[in-house]
């Protein structure tokens, strides 16, 4: 009975979908436009709000998953977190003055989505944010990021059945592996850059 009562006060205390997209766009725009922001920088504010590991699992898909040996699992979620984290800060980067404009936030359970249009200069761009609730805390958590209506997950999910496929589980973790490295190295050398230019008197 108190556990019960002790989850309904979590679950009601928790913010909702839309607060925590709000919330999680209002902090990378902060991040984004501080001085000396770099992919990095932003990485750190943006996983505060996007499960990456949930992200990677998905687009996984649940057979593959099941199939991995502990280790596996492991590494696999820790490479693409990586590469996730370098993507996703290098972008949320390169739209530090973009508006956004919310719409309604629809749940179903413990999924739920909040639609939002960003605008980046004149460009107008649809982008609907998929979330879930975490079973331990009640938390609304990101998981997938839909751009124009295309899925982060489903685009993942599509290149890993094709490199599964191709060279098995072995080789799709090799490409991630290649992938984060590059990411990574770019991001480094563009704050390596900026820091040189802010230094410049």
């Known amino acids: 009975m108190i556990a019960s009562l002790l989850a309904a006060t979590l679950l009601a205390a928790a913010p909702g979908p839309l607060t925590v997209v709000q919330s ?57 977190t990586g590469l996730l984290r370098a993507s996703y800060a290098q972008k949320a980067l390169g739209q530090a003055q973009a508006q956004v404009k919310y719409g309604e936030e629809g749940v179903d359970g413990n999924e739920a989505s909040v639609g939002t249009t960003v605008t980046v200069k004149k460009d107008a761009i ?21 751009t124009d209506e295309v899925s982060l ?31 990574e190295k770019e991001n480094a050398a563009s704050a390596q850059k900026s820091a040189e230019q802010t230094a410049v008197p």
């Open 153 to 183: 997950v489903d685009t993942y999910k599509g290149q890993f059945r094709k490199l599964l496929a191709d060279k098995g589980f072995d080789g799709l973790l090799s490409t991630l592996k290649s992938k984060r490295t590059q990411l």
């Open 126 to 146: 649809p982008v609907e944010y998929r979330l879930y609730r975490t079973s331990a805390t009640g938390a609304w958590r990101i998981y997938d990021v839909i």
């Open 24 to 80: 999680g766009n209002a902090d990378v725009q902060k991040a984004a436009n501080a001085p000396g922001a770099t992919a990095q920088s932003l990485a750190s504010v943006v996983e505060k709000f996007v499960d990456f590991e949930e992200l990677a699992k998905r687009a996984l898909g649940d057979k593959t998953w099941a199939g991995l040996q502990p280790a596996q699992r492991k590494e696999f979620t820790e490479t693409m």
